[in-house]
């Protein structure tokens, strides 16, 4: 598992966002009075927040109606000059941004949540890492057979492919699945029509993959013959969050379980048939702070019957990995 649940702001976001912020400070003098505006349903306004600030500078986020007060309010103590709330969704937020507030600072620098080559380079470091862990564990330099990833706009999930091939070369054995809930599968249909498609709407409850048309250069991945598109439920996401905390005492939110819930009931078998117990599979625990203990209950009240819809031949409710071992 590669955590960047443990990145300083709680998200892979962290890489991605932080390169961004860097950039823009290397390319302005040092004296420039630069203001960061992020537009997020939270994770990457976070990340924009905690960045700007370790690094001397101001940052203000504009969230959509859709956040809930829990991310607000870790954005507000993280430092954030301001939170500004409105848009039924990120991409009218982000148009507020953009057209009303931008416009009025003269030394705004404009923070995209996915959608920039600096994003996906920063993503990219950590397949450097994974790399040199692997190598560090005995494994030398051969590239994975696979890394599980999720995709919302698609920051990380062009960052991993940036990085593979970087790393190993772009034909290398490794096959990149990048999973998505349904209701938030923006990725998928348009992998499946063969051109980018808008979803008129989010109707998964993970927020943090809520983009209704992801990145172009995501699309083009998505169709590469190394790529994978999947998608799961919200039931599926959900149990498979409070799985892992059962199972290794880490909590994600929603958004992650969706690449979690691949390593559980067989369903990375049923992906990649050829997978077997000498495999190597890094799964990008991706992390997210839309989470807490009584949110990861209420998931597991609400979805652990759906054992038996998948499979599951116990009443052993207590630890749900004895059900369906991952």
């Known amino acids: 598992m590669k955590l960047d649940n443990l990145q300083p702001s709680g998200s892979f976001k962290d890489r991605g966002i932080g ?4 950039h823009h400070i290397r390319t302005h ?3 420039a009075p630069l203001h ?5 349903g939270g994770n990457a306004g976070l990340a924009c927040v905690t960045a700007a600030r370790s690094l001397g500078y101001p940052a203000t986020v504009i969230v959509p109606l859709t956040t809930k007060p829990l991310m607000i309010t870790k954005i507000r103590l993280a430092g954030a000059t301001d939170v500004i709330q409105t848009g039924a969704s990120w991409k009218e937020a982000d148009a507020y941004l953009r ?9 705004a620098i404009y923070v995209p949540p996915f959608d920039h080559e600096e994003i996906w380079k920063g993503a990219a470091s950590m397949m450097k890492e994974i790399k040199g862990q692997l190598r560090a564990l005995g494994e030398g330099d051969e590239a994975p057979d696979a890394v599980l990833t999720n995709c919302g706009g698609g920051g990380l999930f062009c960052g991993v492919v940036l990085g593979k091939d970087e790393n190993w070369g772009a034909h290398a054995k490794t096959t990149i699945v990048a999973a998505e809930t349904i209701g938030a599968d923006s990725l998928n249909a348009s992998v499946k029509k063969g051109q980018l498609v808008t979803l008129p709407k989010i109707t998964s409850i993970a927020t943090s993959l809520a983009a209704t048309r992801v990145a172009q250069r995501a699309f083009e991945n ?4 190394d790529t994978r598109s999947v998608v799961v439920s919200d039931a599926e996401a959900c149990m498979a969050c409070w799985r892992l905390a059962d199972d290794e005492r880490i909590l994600v939110e929603v ?3 969706a690449s979690v819930a691949l390593c559980y009931d067989g369903k990375l078998k049923e992906i990649l048939p050829s997978l077997n117990e000498r495999s190597k599979v890094v799964l990008v625990v991706c992390g997210g702070n839309n989470v807490t203990l009584d949110m990861l209950a209420e998931w597991k009240q609400t979805y652990e019957n759906m ?6 031949a ?13």
Not at 36 to 40: K, T
Not at 222 to 225: A, D, H, L, S, V
Not at 307 to 312: A, F, I, R, W
């Open 19 to 22: 390169n961004l912020l860097l």
């Open 29 to 31: 003098s040092a004296s």
């Open 36 to 40: 960061f505006y992020a537009s997020s």
């Open 99 to 107: 057209e009303e507030v931008i416009a009025k600072d003269p030394n």
């Open 222 to 225: 998505g169709m590469r013959e």
């Open 255 to 257: 958004a992650c379980g």
């Open 307 to 312: 054992e038996k819809e998948v499979g599951g």
């Open 314 to 326: 116990t009443d052993d409710r207590g630890i749900p990995s004895t059900i369906t071992k991952p």
